[in-house]
């Protein structure tokens, strides 16, 4: 295989008898086709290539099929109902990777709400979605446990870190110490773990199981899948926005979304090679997750590495032992592996796509985590995409872009994606010329869960074409591609009516500036004026420089005050920074005054300001 690779846009594709296409949208074929059968069309005939890798215990794509059956025998040999709606709160591991497969093939609708979103609102995103069936991780189930009696649930499968890892490796989890303590106190509180076994052997009601158990039970059974047309116009999945700028919605994909991804991709180069190793460090609760990281890559013959613990302190050296070539995961976790330096100059020789999307990052991060990259031995330069779970995940991809001379553009948009650049009026604008993000997708979702009004201002009609209003700003350049510059939210209007958009500020920081990344945040006092502010994380070798790099940002940049972390927070939820954490961060912003004394501010949801004067020589307490 090593001296004969298969590119997988050239991987041959071998439709089942009864395929039919029964829809184009937007110029792509779409088939009666379940994910499952579609991503089985491109790999029957390579069942020696491994499809999962989970620390050396391997699948092939040959063994696929099997393993989907047990899991869809199993689900069935407990009662699972025909309107269930199966809600999984699993981390990236065999199992995730398999039951989305094997819930689509029964039918079902799978219902995949982050961790953090069940524990802090178990009934809105169980028993509000209909669901009687919970698939959990043996280390989640305290934080929900209580609330199992009162919400209708009938089944719990329980899965564990070490079910699928090979003998050699089964005490790869037991020492978390050296993970963040938000980590370890999800993963390492025993005691918490020990009471939940109590609790759960005096519930009656609730049927117990492991999720061992249900493959077990599932491998005896005779029964074979069912392999035929069926409705693309069925709802498969509910999937969440993330939350950072406002409520997680409930995102509605029906059967031709994830088909129409895999379709989308046919024929085109996206420089990769079937069998090789894709790096699995999304939670697959996430459209990306879910539909890129995992049914694309499936269908590209490629081999799936889950890794479960989602933390950006490891992420770098997890990569680099993963031998993996392709990565996928937030910039911030980029941004980490900057701060931490090299981890050897060979760390990263067998990366060939290390890739991030969501928050655009600036100019100068790019120029930064390509420098990481290159110290550690990555050949490529860092590439970044774009697009909302709402539009399908994905609208532009940064395949077709030139190495050598790219700078921070997203992409372009693949064949049957359509985007346009609007002006507030809904006029399209010029090439070269910002304006509103309106993307149209057929792998985008179709509504958002119950709630009409909502949907109705997301998606819009046009001469037959459905476009989804991303609410984000960009721009076409020159050479066709596209380039996000942020959520049209990041913005004030200045005293004069004008809209002045806060990331212009963020992306004009220069990578020699003293600073590994920063947000810009702007406050309101009484009167309704803008304060804006820089919140900073400042490069090595400028630690203990504070008092020159405040008055030299607020000199450049024409800040109000600047404060410094030593580093971001990110959400729990999303991995990505917390810009909720930092919009709502009011406390502790340092200028100058004319004498060169330094100033501390404090600002407050009201718009009360306060100013205390400090010395030059408290500016380090101050911090």
């Known amino acids: 295989m090593s001296n004969n690779r298969i590119p997988t846009y050239l991987l041959p594709r071998e ?61 069935k040999s407990i009662g699972i109902e025909n309107d269930d709606v199966i809600t999984m709160c699993l981390p990236v591991t065999v199992e995730n990777n398999i039951l989305l497969l094997a819930i689509n093939k029964l039918g079902r609708i799978q219902n ?54 090979p003998d050699n490796q089964k005490n790869r989890f037991d020492d978390l110490t050296h993970l963040p303590s938000k980590i370890q106190e ?3 509180d025993y005691k918490a773990q020990l009471e939940c076994k109590k609790k759960i052997s005096k519930m009656r009601n609730i049927n117990f199981i492991r999720m061992s158990e249900v493959i077990s039970v599932g491998a005896n059974c005779k029964d074979e899948l069912f392999f035929g047309p069926i409705d693309i116009d069925r709802d498969v999945s509910y999937s969440y926005t993330s939350g950072t700028t406002g409520m997680p919605k409930c995102v509605v994909f029906k059967e031709q979304a994830a088909n129409a991804l895999i379709e989308v991709h046919k024929g085109i180069d996206t420089k990769d090679y079937v069998g090789e190793r894709f790096f699995q460090v999304i939670p697959l609760t996430y459209a990306t997750g879910e539909r890129y990281c995992g049914y694309l890559q499936f269908a590209k013959g490629k081999t799936l590495v889950p890794h479960p613990i989602y933390c950006k302190d490891t992420f770098g050296k997890d990569l680099s032992e993963s031998k993996c070539n392709w990565a996928v995961a937030p910039s911030s976790f980029y941004l980490a592996g900057v701060a931490q330096g090299q981890i050897a100059p060979d760390a990263f020789k067998h990366v060939t796509r290390p890739t991030s999307g969501g928050e655009p990052p600036t100019n100068s991060n790019i120029v930064l985590i390509d420098e990481w990259l290159k110290m550690n031995g990555c050949n490529v330069r860092f ?73 109705a201002k997301r998606w819009i009609y046009e001469d037959g074409i459905r476009w989804g209003i991303t609410g984000d700003i960009g721009v076409k350049n020159k050479n066709g591609s596209y380039s996000m510059l942020g959520r049209a939210s990041d913005s004030i209007i200045n005293q004069d009516g004008e809209t002045i958009y806060l990331f212009d500020i963020e992306r004009s920081l220069a990578a020699d500036d003293p600073v590994i990344e920063w947000e810009i945040n702007a406050f309101k006092d009484f009167e309704g004026n803008n304060y804006v502010v820089g919140q900073v994380v400042l490069k090595k070798e400028f630690i203990g420089k504070e008092a020159e790099v405040i008055k030299y940002l607020i000199d450049k940049y024409h800040l109000f005050a600047i404060k410094i972390y030593n580093e971001f927070e990110l959400s729990e939820v ?10 709502n961060d009011y406390e502790g912003y340092l200028a100058f005054d004319r004498n060169g004394h330094f100033i501390e501010y404090n600002f407050s949801p009201d718009g009360e300001i306060i100013q205390k004067n400090l010395g030059v020589s408290r500016i380090r307490k101050a911090i």
Not at 29 to 41: C, E, H, L, R, T
Not at 125 to 151: R, W
Not at 157 to 163: E, S, Y
């Open 15 to 75: 439709l089942p008898s009864w395929a039919k296409v029964v829809r184009i949208e937007n110029g792509i074929d779409i088939y009666n086709m379940s994910v499952f059968d579609n991503i089985m069309s491109w790999t029957k005939n390579i069942p020696n290539i491994p499809a999962i890798d989970y620390f050396g215990n391997i699948i092939t794509y040959g063994e696929l099929p099997s393993v989907v059956k047990n899991y869809v025998n199993g689900l």
């Open 112 to 165: 995949s709400p982050n961790f953090l979103f069940l524990r802090n609102d178990f009934k809105t995103y169980t028993v509000d979605k209909g669901s009687k069936t919970l698939i959990i991780l043996d280390a989640y189930l305290p934080f929900v446990v209580d609330y199992l009696e009162t919400s209708g649930i009938k089944n719990v499968i329980i899965t564990n870190l070490k079910d699928y890892l």
């Open 186 to 188: 999800v993963f390492c």
């Open 383 to 455: 590439s970044q995409g774009g697009g909302t779970t709402e539009d399908g995940m994905g609208t532009l991809y940064s395949y077709f872009l030139d190495e050598t001379t790219k700078t921070d553009e997203t992409g372009h948009p693949l064949p049957g994606i359509f985007i346009k650049i609007v002006d507030k009026y809904g006029n399209k604008v010029l090439d070269g010329e910002r304006g509103f993000i309106l993307a149209s997708s057929p792998a985008a979702a179709h509504r958002y869960l119950n709630n009409e009004e909502a949907t």
């Open 574 to 583: 999303t991995g990505k920074r917390n810009y909720k954490l930092l919009a």
